[in-house]
């Protein structure tokens, strides 16, 4: 199995700014995701996190809005960029294990 | 990615089964269906996953008829602790890691 910490849990930010989301994996695993959670809604894929290469991004997420990092096995960031208040979300990493996928608790963004 | 419906909610009393009918009518024959459960404040967490027949855990089991265009999740004898969405994801080989959600089913538990 794998234990999936990010960091921060929850953040209040202003428009117009960009958080940077971290995302840490107690093992190295293969493949690494971010998904968004908008209000009462279900997960939405933004991208995936590859490792040492440009992230891959799915219909209606961009990279300037979006950029995420994936320097080694075990870690992965997400920055949201130039926020407003649709972009208040929980925004949750995934890693892939053998069998299943794991999530980590989520970062609960909110944009005033 | 094959499509799924499932309940929106359904309401149980402790101690009883819950049964939770998934239709993904679109299901490849590379495809295993997979369900998720998430409390408030928490990523998904699996739950089980199969391809056919019928697969058992400590937690659930899922029944998955011959033609696979529908699955149950059985959860015996729940508790509160099981109040929670379920989310129920067919999973193909190709993208493996890949998962798209439905709107899930809320399970609300009551003593």
């Known amino acids: 199995s794998a234990v999936i910490s990010q960091k921060p849990s929850r953040d209040i930010c202003q428009r117009g700014t960009s958080l940077t989301i971290q995302c840490q994996v107690d093992s190295q695993v293969t493949m690494m995701f971010w998904y968004r959670q908008q209000p009462g809604q279900s997960l939405t894929l933004i991208a995936t996190a590859n490792q040492g290469s440009e992230a891959t991004y799915e219909s209606g997420f961009v990279i300037d809005k979006f950029p995420i990092s994936r320097p080694n096995l075990t870690f992965s960031t997400l920055t949201v960029s130039n926020m407003s208040p649709e972009d208040s979300s929980i925004y949750l990493c995934?890693?892939?294990?053998?069998?299943?996928?794991?999530f980590g608790p989520g970062t609960r963004l909110t944009v005033t | 990615l094959a499509k799924t419906t499932q309940p929106i909610s359904m309401d149980s009393y402790e101690g009883q089964e819950v049964n939770i009918t998934c239709s993904h009518n679109?299901?490849?024959?590379?495809?295993?269906i997979t369900w998720y459960q998430q409390f408030p404040s928490q990523g998904p967490r699996f739950i089980i996953q199969g391809y056919k027949t019928k697969v058992t855990n400590e937690v659930a089991s899922l029944f998955i008829p011959a033609d696979r265009k529908s699955s149950t999740l059985s959860l015996p004898r729940v508790s509160l602790s099981d109040t929670a969405v379920y989310y129920c994801?067919?999973?193909?080989?190709?993208?493996?890691?890949?998962?798209?959600f439905g709107a899930g089913t809320q399970v609300v538990v009551t003593p």
């Open positions: 994801l067919v999973k193909t080989t190709d993208s493996w890691g890949k998962l798209q």
């Open positions: 995934s890693a892939t294990g053998d069998y299943e996928q794991y």
């Open positions: 679109n299901i490849a024959t590379n495809d295993y």
